[in-house]
């Protein structure tokens, strides 16, 4: 072969290859070779590659080479809820920009200061991508500005504040930003009552996951599994300290009613109006270990003293109770 492809960064004026013959660019290469090239490539090369000119600009932020990437990453910890913050985002940066070029703006930053927590909203103004020509709404310039850290989105932690004894086997709901240089987050928890906003850092993914339910931590959660909880089945269920504070998801298991020993084959909790619920990382005889709820009845219970039990949701995922197993403490909790 006389001919060589050269991937210069001057796409336009290639250079004579020694040995004869002209130098061919990757461009050259069919539309179907280049674009199976590129959705190949690791987001480092794809951000290099459009850097090199404007045709493999256009070809290397397009959305669909960067779903792939936003899924195998982000898709596990990102849900409805960041992806409702990230349009905030790109709504406040496109408003911000008119107001850095003196034209004329929306009333979107009042409003956005109106509705939005003050604690949750921190605008970033600066394109984090560095790339002036990328669309603010694109798929790249989502999962650079996650990549960054400069987009703090919503998620939830399991075993909040580096696994205080109050928070084991919970997930609570926080906003997260990451830190590349040690692949871990920054969780900041919402200030509720007497509360300031609570930091935790290094965060690692493993405790990460994205909200299952699209409702907020201050909502109750109509349950909708009630009738077909029996012994053995994994639940979660929304608890907070007070009125005041946010629900956060608890672990636990459904188990027998007092009155039932236990045998499989004369078991009959499951017509049983009444569901007991069971929290086994407690010891025996602890206030938290044991709970009973009205199976037809069920809303919010409690008082200032034990706190508040909301709605109940039954795991069905495999994954989703190796998690909680996982996260299991070592010693059991009183």
């Not at 920054?186 to 290094?202: C, K, L, S, T, W």
């Not at 077909?228 to 608890?250: A, C, S, V």
Request: glycine share 8%; charged share 25%; hydrophobic share 35%.
């Amino acid at each position: 072969m006389s001919k060589k492809i050269n991937f210069g960064s001057k796409v336009d004026s290639f250079r004579e290859v020694e040995g004869g013959g002209g130098a061919i660019s990757v461009l050259d290469l069919p539309d179907l070779a280049l674009e199976c090239i590129i959705e190949r490539l690791p987001p480092a090369s794809l951000c290099s590659m459009a850097g090199v000119c404007s045709s493999l600009r256009s070809m290397c932020t397009a959305d669909h080479f960067w779903q792939k990437h936003m899924k195998n990453k982000w898709g596990r910890i990102i849900g409805p809820a960041a992806y409702r913050e990230w349009q905030w985002h790109v709504a406040l940066r496109k408003d911000s920009s008119l107001l850095k070029h003196g034209g004329p703006t929306t009333c979107l930053m009042r409003i956005l200061s109106i509705v939005r927590p003050s604690w949750w909203f921190r605008p970033k103004v600066d394109d984090c991508s560095k790339q002036g020509s990328l669309p603010d709404d694109s798929i790249m310039s989502w999962f650079l500005a996650l990549e960054s850290g400069e987009f703090w989105f919503p998620a939830q932690v399991y075993n909040r504040e580096n696994g205080h004894v109050g928070f084991m086997l919970s997930c609570y709901d926080a906003e997260l930003s990451y830190d590349q240089r040690t692949d871990t987050f920054q969780a900041r928890y919402p200030p509720h009552g007497r509360r300031a906003v609570a930091i935790e850092n290094n965060v690692p993914w493993e405790r990460l996951r994205a909200p299952p339910i699209d409702t907020s931590p201050h909502d109750l959660h109509l349950s909708d599994c009630l009738n077909e909880l029996r012994p053995g089945d994994h639940i979660e269920i929304q608890w907070r300290r007070n009125k005041e504070f946010p629900y956060g998801w608890w672990y636990g298991v459904v188990g027998h009613l007092e009155s039932c020993d236990g045998n499989e084959n004369f078991c009959r909790c499951h017509q049983s109006d009444t569901v007991a619920l069971e929290f086994n990382q407690y010891a025996p005889g602890s206030r938290w270990r044991n709970k009973t709820v009205n199976r037809k009845e069920h809303r919010e219970e409690g008082d200032e003293a034990g706190g508040f039990y909301g709605g109940i949701r039954k795991l069905s995922s495999v994954e989703e109770i190796s998690t909680w197993k996982r996260l299991w403490p070592s010693d059991i909790l009183e």
